[in-house]
């Protein structure tokens, strides 16, 4: 394996870990509605269905893994978001005074 076909599959990974992760959260209702995370998440799948003839027609490797990579890189800040929006609306933990 090469280089470049690590890299694509580190890429792959990632990407499918960050997916997977934001839909447990829709699935779990816990998505948080902010305009932040939306835009991202819109983003993201604008991406996504612009690149997926490129990735599917491409039979560069190098081009394909610059296209992971973006789209990587926007759901994992589409996840971080939804994330840090979903800390921020839950209530503080209450715990007794030591």
């Given at each position: 394996?090469?280089?470049d076909?690590?890299e694509?599959?580190a890429?792959?990974?990632?990407?499918?870990?960050?997916?997977?992760?934001?839909?447990?959260?829709i699935k779990?209702?816990?998505?948080?509605?902010?305009?932040?995370?939306?835009?991202?998440?819109h983003?993201?799948?604008?991406?996504?269905?612009?690149?997926t003839?490129?990735?599917?027609?491409?039979?560069?490797?190098?081009?394909?893994?610059?296209?992971?990579?973006?789209?990587?890189?926007?759901?994992?800040?589409a996840?971080?978001?939804?994330?840090?929006?979903?800390?921020?609306?839950?209530?503080?933990?209450?715990h007794?005074?030591?």
């Open positions: 394996m090469n280089s076909e690590a694509m599959r890429a792959v990974r990632e990407l499918a870990d960050a997916l997977e992760t934001m839909l447990n959260l779990a209702d816990a998505l948080p509605t902010t305009p932040e995370a939306q835009g991202l998440l983003k993201a799948g604008t991406f996504l269905d612009e690149s003839d490129l990735i599917a027609v491409s039979d560069r490797p190098g081009e394909i893994l610059s296209l992971a990579t973006a789209l990587n890189k926007l759901v994992i800040s996840r971080e978001q939804i994330l840090d929006d979903a800390v921020a609306a839950s209530p503080a933990p209450d007794p005074t030591m």
